[in-house]
Each structure stands twice: as C-alpha cells, then as structure tokens.
C-alpha cells in the first residue's frame, strides 16, 4: 500500500477519532433533553439519514440480513448492546462522569483482547499479556480505593467488547451495519420516547412526555436533529480508514478520542480528579502503550479488533 492512501487513512482515522472526541461537547450542548430521550432520538435520527444514504445507493443487504434467522438474533443481541452503551456513554457525561466513560473505552481494547482469548482460543503475546493484568490491576485499585467498583467504565467496555466481537459473525459495512442495528433498536426508541423521566420513577405517559421539550431553543432542536449525523459521519470515515491502515496504525489512534474525553473532564468540566484516579489512570495509561508496543509488525494481533464499527 502506498504512502498516500497511508495518509489518506490516517486523516480519516485522526478525523473519525477527533469527532468521537469531542462528543462529550455535544452532548453537554443537549443536557436540558433527559439522555434516555436522546438516546431515543439518537437511534431514530441515524436511522433516517442512513436508510437514505443506502437506499440511494440500492444497498439492501442491511434490511434483507432479518431474513435469516441466526443474522437476525445477532443483529438484535448487537442492536440492545448498542442501545445500552449509546444511553450509558450519554447519561455518564451529562451526569458528571465524563472521565468514567474515559477510563471505559481505555479498557476496551483490553477487554477486546481478553475475549479474544476466552471464546477464540487466542494466544496472546506477553505484552498483550501484561497489558490485560495491568488493566485489571488498576479496575481493582481503583475499586478499593473509592469503595466501589468502576460500573459505569465496566459496562461501556463490556457492551462495546461483546458488540465488536459478535460484530465478526455479520458481514456488513459499517454503514450497514449501523442501519441493521438502528432498524431493531427503533422499538426501544419508540418505547424510551413513551415514556416520562420527571418523576422519580420512569411512567408510561405516552408523548405526553415530550411536552417539555417544546420549550426547548430552536437551536437546540437543530443539535438533536443533527446527532444522527454526528453518529455516522466518524464511522463513515473509521471505516475508510480501517481500509486503508494497518491494525497497527488504527490501534495507535484509537487513544485519540479517550485522551480527548479526558482532557474535556478534568480541564472543561471540572470533574474532581483524586490521587488515586490519577494513580490508576497511569496504570491503564502503561497498558494502553504495552498494548500498541505489542500492535507492531512481527507480532500477531488479536482477531476483535478493538474500535472495529466502533460507534460511541
């Protein structure tokens, strides 16, 4: 491969990593809508702009995928991992927890890696190897020392690790991809706007829940309608680069938009960062390079690739 299309992939890696970066922002920008509801938007709006993108391009293998019965389960078992980490990743930053979601997709590759070895039989390398102890290493300090465990970055690295390795039993293009998981996540997204969050408990209202969001600015009306966009534009561009790049090359800029998250928490947010955040984050922050040491060339990667379709 050429010089070129290298670094054609790696802008197009930098540009989906950078966008998945500055979500959190995007997210903030819609903190007066309930995050089950964005969610709910969220699924319906990529639906619509990416059903028309592959219609006009006569792709129909997305929608005829339900026509096989095995397809269809993963498709759907896929569909609800996504729903969950969609809603968790957007309730966590509207919520304070910014560098919870952070700390989560550091570990996915990790946690990729691992269920590469439990259900594929991989071998991994010694790095690989210290990188995945290293990380739960710092999973259990970070449990001791707050007194809880991390379930918010657990949750976003498991949903996301078990998405991208039932991902490999499907083959579809990103965008495909996409539009099969948004089609069987619309239930959940018609059932999420039916619902009131005001109360202390969710109560099944109808769209009578919705009315508070008529007195929403028009701008912030535009913000949600474009967060379809938001959704398919970086993976649009992921999967260009993911043709263009080595595994070694995209798993080095992956750790772009966590980075990113990071900064955004601690410098923009003002999320309280204690010593022993800081103390685990430099464990994880040691596995993430033994893990892109043990991407270089000569050695054998693990077959999910981590950040595969990957769609925060």
């Known amino acids: 491969m050429g010089t070129a299309s ?18 959190p922002l995007y997210w903030k920008l819609l903190i007066a809508i309930d995050s089950r509801h964005i969610l709910a938007f969220r699924i ?7 059903s028309i993108i592959l219609l006009a391009k006569r792709d129909f293998a997305w929608a005829a995928i339900f026509r096989e019965r095995k397809k269809r389960w993963i498709i759907i078992l896929t569909a609800l991992l996504l729903c969950v980490n969609w809603g968790l990743y957007i309730w966590a930053v ?10 989560g997709y550091y570990i996915t590759p990790l946690v990729s890696i691992s269920l590469g070895l439990l259900f594929f039989r991989e ?14 290493a710092g999973v ?7 007194g809880e465990l991390p379930w918010v970055s ?30 069987a996540s619309v239930p959940v997204g018609i059932f999420l706007l039916n619902l009131s ?7 099944f209202s109808g769209f009578h829940g919705l009315a508070y969001l008529s007195a929403l600015p028009a701008g912030t009306w535009i913000l949600l309608f474009f967060c379809g966009a938001a959704t398919m534009l970086p993976l649009y561009w992921f999967a260009q680069a993911a043709k263009l790049l080595p595994l070694s090359g995209i798993g080095f800029c ?52 981590p950040g595969e379709n990957k769609i925060l």
């Open 123 to 136: 071998k991994l390398k010694p790095l690989q190897w210290a990188a995945v102890i290293m990380a739960l």
């Open 197 to 203: 969050f005001e109360g202390p408990y969710p109560s």
């Open 154 to 183: 657990l949750v976003l690295a498991l949903t996301f690790g078990f998405y991208g390795m039932l991902k490999k039993k499907i083959a579809l293009s990103a965008l495909e991809s996409l539009g099969a998981e948004t089609l």
């Open 254 to 305: 992956q750790f772009l938009s966590p980075t990113m998250t990071f900064i955004l928490g601690v410098f923009v947010f003002g999320e309280s960062f204690s010593t022993h955040q800081l103390a685990v984050f430099l464990i994880i922050w040691a596995a993430v390079i033994l893990y892109i040491i043990s991407l270089r060339p000569g050695i054998k990667s693990p077959s999910v690739l």
């Open 6 to 23: 290298i670094g054609r992939g790696f802008i197009y890696a930098i540009l989906a990593y950078f966008i998945w970066g500055l979500l």
């Open 94 to 103: 509207n919520s304070g927890h910014t560098l919870a979601t952070s700390l």
């Open 44 to 50: 319906l709006f990529s639906l619509v702009l990416v």
């Open 140 to 146: 259990i300090m970070l449990t001791i020392l707050s």
